[in-house]
């Protein structure tokens, strides 16, 4: 079943590639050498890890226990974060949630920053795989407000080259190459980032989450870091997943 | 409101778009030597004792032409040739030519791996040949080698 | 410890006696060359990378490697193994710093 999934998590991760010129166009023989890395992702360590620091937590029970949802229900559950949740008042993402349950247990919350939250976050996220990701920015006005306000953050030019998500991450520039790169489409269509991340990334050797990934790129295009966990991340990580909504959640992913 | 304070706080409308900017990515410098250096012809050397290793079709060296980036380059290894108690395939050693350490991996092999295959990932630090070399139970050497373009070093 | 810092994956899940199977060793580790400077205190990071691995199975031992710092971070070493009968095996690395660690894996053949 995970099999599937991994297969279609190819396609989308060789996709944005055949749109480079030719200069750096892959052969098919070339392709199927870096299937071959997905079946032996070193990021399969780093959520295994995360899924014994969860067992001493109570393991998947105690995240459904804490969700109020059963556990059967608890996958197609995860497939809608980040979610407004009751207990927080706020929109959260599934790290914020877990440091929320590891708190009500009286342990003292691992750092949203920390390799242990990367680890196990991506973990809880992954219980979430071959689901289709089901986000609901319609479910109350928590959600309305955090995607407009994603869309917002997205939009919004900042920094010293005056540069918003948008300008890299929109229709029109899909498949152009930035300094070899070539610019990824973000959606269900294309990458559908949202399902195929938190990922290994080969040019950092670790795990990465969405909101990580984010911050990679307002360094790279110079715009001011924000937080992980500060509203406008958990807000662009709705927009992000609203966008791939549908698409079959395949993690850990595999990048660059 | 206070979120947009912090956009505000962030720089929005500041300085509009000079160039397309580069991403960070490692510039090209002069190659560094480490304690284990050795150049391709020394490293074969040592390997086969100073014998000859014939390029052979049975060594199917599976690199790729392009590689996106050159610290996780995907490389396998199968040798047509039997496994069994008296005629079996000994070892295979990856070479990446131009690495300052030119050695990969040496993979001691025996009949119980039922069949001669090795796959791993190495680093490529520029656009290089990739060599597997086949050393077979009765002492001679076969090799396939192939060239691997890269786009970004792996040393960056 | 909860950490999990190797794994063994056997393919394909299921195999009998006799099969010749597909064995990843996959192990997180830094594979550092020596080379590397410290982008903050621009100190250079000291080496420190896998420079052996061993295969045994059922105490036999299959396959070993020498390895050097030229392989990837947080590498991956796969192999074929013909499975004989069920039993356990056994990965054992070392690197250059002396660390020695082993990982094993059962072996379960059906039928």
Not at chain 2, 56 to 75: D, F, R
Not at chain 3, 81 to 108: C, H, Q, R, S
Request: aromatic share 8%; charged share 20%; glycine share 8%.
């Amino acid at each position: 079943m995970r099999k599937i999934a991994k297969i279609a998590l190819c396609f989308t991760l060789f996709a944005s590639l055949s749109y480079a010129s030719e200069q750096f166009a892959m052969s098919d023989a070339d392709r199927a050498m870096y299937e071959e890395l997905l079946e032996n992702n070193p990021a399969d360590m780093m959520l295994a890890s995360g899924g014994n620091l969860l067992e001493e937590l109570g393991g998947d029970a105690a995240v459904a226990k804490f969700l109020g949802v059963k556990e059967d229900a608890l996958a197609a559950y995860l497939a809608g974060f980040p979610r407004y949740l009751e207990k927080f008042g706020r929109v959260v993402s599934i790290d914020q949630m877990l440091q929320g349950m590891m708190h009500e247990s009286g342990k003292k919350p691992y750092a949203l920053k920390s390799n242990e939250m990367f680890n196990m976050s991506s973990y809880v996220k992954s219980l979430a795989n071959e689901q289709p990701i089901n986000i609901d920015i319609n479910a109350n006005e928590h959600m309305k407000k955090a995607y407009a306000f994603g869309k917002e953050v997205f939009d919004t030019k900042r920094g010293a080259r005056g540069l918003s998500c948008y300008s890299c991450h929109n229709p029109s520039v899909i498949g152009t190459i930035l300094r070899t790169q070539p610019l990824p489409d973000i959606s269900a269509k294309g990458n559908a980032s949202a399902a195929t991340w938190p990922a290994y990334r080969m040019t950092k050797s670790n795990l990465a989450t969405l909101q990580k990934r984010f911050q990679g790129c307002m360094e790279n295009a110079l715009l001011a870091v924000i937080p992980l966990g500060s509203p406008e991340m958990t807000a662009l990580e709705v927009y992000f997943t609203h966008e791939a909504k549908g698409a079959t959640i395949a993690l850990p992913g595999l990048k660059r | 409101m206070q979120r947009r304070d912090f956009l505000k706080s962030l720089g929005v409308g500041a300085a509009s778009a000079v160039v397309i900017p580069s991403m960070s990515f490692a510039a090209e410098a002069p190659k560094p030597r480490g304690k284990n250096a050795l150049a391709y012809n020394d490293a074969l050397g040592v390997a086969t004792g100073g014998k000859k290793a014939e390029v052979s079709a049975k060594v199917k060296l599976k690199v790729p032409e392009i590689a996106e980036n050159g610290a996780v380059v995907p490389v396998t290894v199968e040798v047509e040739h039997p496994m069994s108690e008296s005629d079996y395939v000994k070892a295979i050693h990856v070479y990446a030519t131009k690495n300052a350490n030119s050695r990969c991996i040496g993979v001691h092999l025996s009949p119980a791996n039922g069949e001669a295959m090795f796959a791993t990932r190495i680093k490529l630090g520029e656009t290089q040949e990739v060599v597997a070399v086949a050393e077979l139970s009765n002492g001679t050497f076969l090799m396939a080698s192939q060239s691997v373009k890269v786009t970004i070093g792996g040393c960056g | 410890m909860a950490e999990s810092k190797s794994l063994i994956k056997i393919k394909p899940n299921s195999y009998k006696s006799g099969d010749i199977v597909k064995v990843s060793f996959m192990v997180m580790h830094p594979m550092e060359t020596g080379l590397r400077k410290d982008k903050k205190t621009g100190e250079t990071i000291p080496e420190e990378y896998i420079n052996s691995v061993k295969f045994e199975y059922n105490g036999k031992v299959i396959t070993t490697m020498n390895v050097w710092e030229t392989l990837s971070v947080n590498p991956v070493f796969t192999i074929n193994m013909k499975v004989d009968g069920a039993g356990e095996l056994k990965v054992t690395y070392t690197d250059n710093t002396g660390k020695v660690e082993e990982t094993t894996e059962k072996i379960k053949p059906k039928g």
